[in-house]
């Protein structure tokens, strides 16, 4: 009977250990599987594109301004030289041969000198001069500018670059040519650059002035 009795107990010492190492398996299973699930939701988040990254601002901003730059330039470096320059000499004054002394000098400056007359319809400038000219003659009146200080610029509408020197009653002769070439040599600042505002080019004249015809007073 003791025999017996004995039996199941040890029978049900055996099972026991077999169902911890079960339980202990199961567990280890879940542990992985979490495990294994949570690295795969991990990297997929990684990869997933983000919808709060910031837009691309070098698209739409503003681009950077242009440079403009300030250099120190000589009237000399950028005005034509004087064989370059024609003139018509034009005598708006009652002084007799005012028009054709003032060609002269300009000859020796090395000037062109075309025509040599009297001021269209007898009119009168009363200031220094008026130098008109066509857009081709731009730069040809700024340079005679540095020759008749104080005189007007008149654009008028013309194809040639011929300059019209129109005397007027304050002329009284043609800057000395010392005074000249110091002027043109002396440097100024000048903005050069991509960035800078062009000069807008000065509206022309309706129409030409009659060509000037030679008459004894000039």
Do not use: W
Request: glycine share 8%; net charge positive; charged share 20%.
């Amino acid at each position: 009977m003791r025999e017996s009795a004995i039996r199941p107990t040890t029978r049900r010492r055996r099972r026991r250990p077999v169902l911890v190492i079960i339980l202990v398996v199961v567990l280890g299973m879940a542990v992985l599987f979490a495990v294994g699930f949570g690295v795969s939701m991990l990297v997929r988040g990684s990869s997933a594109p983000q919808a709060d990254v910031a837009p691309n601002t070098s698209a739409s901003a503003p681009s950077a301004p242009l440079p403009c730059e300030t250099t120190l330039v000589t009237p000399a470096q950028v005005l034509p030289a004087t064989g370059k320059v024609s003139v018509n000499v034009l005598n708006s004054t009652k002084r007799q041969g005012l028009a054709r002394d003032t060609a002269n000098v300009l000859t020796t400056r090395g000037i062109k000198v075309k025509e040599i007359g009297n001021a269209p319809d007898g009119g009168k400038v009363k200031g220094v001069a008026e130098l008109k000219y066509g857009p081709k003659g731009k730069r040809a009146a700024h340079l005679l500018e540095y020759y008749f200080p104080g005189a007007t610029l008149v654009p008028i509408d013309r194809k040639t670059k011929i300059v019209d020197v129109v005397l007027g009653t304050e002329f009284d002769k043609v800057r000395g040519e010392a005074e000249v070439a110091a002027a043109l040599a002396s440097p100024s600042p000048s903005a050069s650059g991509p960035g800078c505002v062009t000069e807008s080019a000065a509206p022309a004249a309706a129409s030409a002035p009659p060509e000037p015809t030679p008459s004894a007073s000039s």
